[in-house]
């Protein structure tokens, strides 16, 4: 059974004893965002990010989900993405494409990749301009308290090192405050090309969801909720702090296996 709803200054913690709990229960979230925001705005914008992320959301593709879940609204959105080709191994396309979207009656036009034809500083313009057309049509909300766009639900993974999204520590991206979409071309992490949501955008969504397994995590994860570094830096995943949003952390028993908390790992 997994103990969710356990409050903490850094969000909503569900920590589960098994994975196909965790599954169902990230299963069980986004068909329930869905079904509000559909009913809200008539639209499901949602941005992912790779990884072990999209292995996760499997049970969309099961029963009930796939036949109760209004598909036809979603729209499709990348968090952040390697700038490669998309049928290339390491697209985070790709992984959502194979392992979600062919599963699944998502309007094609309705999924939006970036150019993998370009660079990654264009490629990075380019997917701003595509995000900020679909603000003027209110398919994708704004913020009440800034310009930027305010996604209905932001999926994303922690790395080891802390990272979220292609947002890595001690990266002059973290600091970028203008742009929507940002690029970097000397991610620590192979491929070095790829395009990002800057902090300002993912700390504008109304909901942020961070989906953490495995024991390898379980250091950052700490530093990502309970604790700053020993140099009193923060990581990037402790600067994800939705400003007017909610946010979610779906955990294994590994993952959390460090937090202080005794209640959370009773």
């Known amino acids: 059974m997994a103990l969710s709803g356990v409050q903490k200054d850094r969000g909503d913690l569900r920590i589960h004893?098994?994975?196909d709990e965790l599954k169902t229960d990230l299963a069980d979230y986004i068909a329930e965002l869905s079904d509000v925001s559909v009913k809200e705005r008539g639209?499901?914008?949602?941005?992912?990010?790779g990884g072990s992320l999209i292995g996760l959301m499997g049970k969309l593709c099961e029963v009930p989900y796939?036949?109760?879940?209004?598909w036809s609204k979603w729209y499709i959105f990348w968090?952040?993405?390697?700038?490669?080709?998309?049928?290339?191994?390491?697209?985070?396309?790709?992984?959502?494409k194979d392992g979600l979207l062919s599963k699944v009656p998502i309007v094609p036009s309705h999924v939006h990749s970036i150019n993998d034809s370009v660079s990654a500083e264009e490629a990075a313009d380019n997917y701003e301009f595509v995000i900020r057309q679909l603000v003027k049509t209110h398919v994708v909300s704004v913020s009440?308290?800034?310009d930027c766009p305010k996604f209905d639900l932001i999926l994303l993974g922690l790395g080891a090192d802390g990272h979220i999204?292609?947002?890595?520590?001690?990266?002059?991206?973290?600091?970028?405050?203008?742009e929507w979409v940002t690029f970097?071309?000397?991610s620590p992490k192979p491929p070095p090309e790829r395009i990002t949501f800057t902090l300002p955008?993912?700390?504008?969504?109304?909901?942020?969801?961070?989906?953490v397994t495995g024991e390898g995590k379980a250091d950052a994860l700490h530093l990502a909720i309970e604790e700053v570094g020993p140099d009193g830096s923060l990581i990037p995943a402790r600067m994800v702090q939705p400003t007017m949003g909610k946010l979610v952390w779906f955990l294994d028993k590994q993952a959390a296996s460090k937090l202080k908390n005794s209640d959370l790992n009773s």
């Open 165 to 178: 999204a292609s947002l890595f520590p001690n990266h002059p991206a973290l600091d970028e405050r203008e």
């Open 144 to 146: 009440e308290i800034n």
């Open 17 to 19: 004893e098994s994975m």
């Open 201 to 211: 955008v993912i700390n504008s969504a109304s909901n942020v969801a961070v989906v």
């Open 79 to 96: 968090a952040d993405e390697r700038v490669v080709a998309r049928n290339h191994a390491d697209s985070n396309y790709k992984l959502a």
């Open 43 to 49: 639209f499901f914008a949602i941005a992912l990010s």
């Open 66 to 70: 796939n036949k109760t879940v209004d």
């Open 184 to 186: 970097i071309t000397d």
